[in-house]
């Protein structure tokens, strides 16, 4: 098994604390901060809330599905330049 054959830790390392701490700072800032601040604005306790909750939720989800993709994108090429100078 070769330095080529599978993604490097680190880059699940990277992409998992990355992803943590993008969810953490979207639900804070979004849901916590801005949606506290307009259910107080508004009256209308936990709605706003809860809408940016699921908003940060999709955010962070979605930004993890790009970096994997990426990272498969990276391992993929890698495959092909591993099999290339194989040859």
Do not use: C, H
Request: no cysteine; charged share 25%; aromatic share 12%.
């Amino acid at each position: 098994m070769g330095k080529f054959d599978t993604p490097s830790m680190y880059t699940f390392i990277r992409i998992g604390s990355t992803f943590g701490l993008s969810l953490g700072l979207n639900i804070y800032l979004l849901s916590v901060l801005l949606g506290g601040w307009l259910d107080d604005k508004f009256g209308i306790a936990p709605v706003f809330r809860l809408i940016l909750l699921f908003v940060a939720l999709g955010m962070s989800f979605a930004y993890l599905i790009k970096q994997v993709s990426v990272a498969k994108d990276v391992e993929e090429e890698n495959r092909k330049a591993k099999e290339k100078r194989g040859r």
